[in-house]
């Protein structure tokens, strides 16, 4: 079963760091475009980045600058590096493949 499991979540005081990753199995993960999806409580979810096959990543306004995609494929994992976090980056993170395949999320929390 094609599977991708998030980890690295948690509670992370203001101007804090967290790197989340995301794991996949059963996939050929290195043809897959992937990205980070974020949703906040009675929020649409929204794209927090993106990378393609070949390692270029881009980002929306609202964490460009701050947060870093990036993956290994030899390791069936892609990585964000979340620097200078804000609350307003609280939400279920979730990852996902090729616009198809989802993870089950983790939860980021920040908050003095």
């Known amino acids: 079963q094609v599977q991708l499991v998030e980890s690295g979540g948690g509670l992370v005081q203001p101007g804090g760091s967290l790197r989340l990753s995301c794991g996949a199995s059963?996939?050929?993960?290195?043809?897959?475009?992937m990205a980070w999806y974020r949703q906040a409580p009675g929020k649409q979810r929204e794209l927090v980045a993106v990378?393609?096959?070949?390692?270029?990543?881009t980002y929306p306004d609202s964490t460009k600058g701050r947060f870093t995609i990036s993956r290994d494929n030899a390791k069936n994992t892609m990585y964000l590096q979340m620097n200078s976090l804000k609350p307003e980056d609280t939400a279920v993170y979730f990852c996902n493949a090729g616009n198809t395949i989802w993870g089950q999320g983790t939860q980021v929390t920040v908050s003095s």
């Open positions: 059963k996939i050929i993960f290195s043809l897959y475009p």
């Open positions: 990378i393609t096959r070949s390692g270029a990543a």
